[in-house]
Nanobody, 123 residues
C-alpha cells in the first residue's frame, strides 16, 4: 500500500518561508509513480493544484505561486517537497500531497492523498 505523510506546515509571517515535505512509503503496491503534486484548500474554496512534477522532471505551477514556490523530488522518488518563499496571507490553506501511480500490466491508475498539513500566514 502507498502511504503519504506530509510535514513542515506551521505559522509564519508574511514574507516568510516554509518547506513542506511528503514522505512516500510503499509496502508492496507494485505501482509505478507517474506524477506527484501539491494541492491546497482554504475554507469555503475548492481544492486547487499548487504545483506538480511528472516524468522527466517537468513542473507546473499555479499562476498565484509562480516565482515563489518550487516543487522537487528526491532521486529515489521517496519524497516530494514544496519550497514556499515570500508567503502571503492568501497562501493560508491546508496543503495536501498527491501521488499518482499506475500498474502498467493491467493499465490501472491510482491516486493517493496525504492527510494534509496546515499552513497559516499571518502577522
Amino acid at each position: 500500500q502507498v502511504q503519504l505523510v506530509e510535514s513542515g506546515g506551521g505559522l509564519v509571517q508574511p514574507g516568510g518561508s516554509l518547506r513542506l515535505s511528503c514522505q512516500v512509503s510503499d509496502s508492496g503496491s507494485a505501482e509505478r509513480i507517474t506524477a506527484m503534486g501539491w494541492y491546497r484548500q482554504a475554507p469555503g474554496k475548492q481544492r486547487e493544484l499548487v504545483a506538480s512534477i511528472i516524468s522527466g522532471g517537468i513542473t507546473n505551477y499555479a499562476d498565484s505561486v509562480k516565482g515563489r514556490f518550487t516543487i522537487s523530488r528526491d532521486n529515489a522518488q521517496n519524497t516530494v517537497s514544496l519550497q514556499m518563499n515570500s508567503l502571503k496571507p492568501e497562501d493560508t490553506a491546508v496543503y495536501y500531497c498527491n501521488v499518482h501511480g499506475k500498474i502498467d500490466i493491467v493499465n490501472m491508475d491510482y491516486d493517493h492523498w496525504g492527510q494534509g498539513t496546515q499552513v497559516t500566514v499571518s502577522s
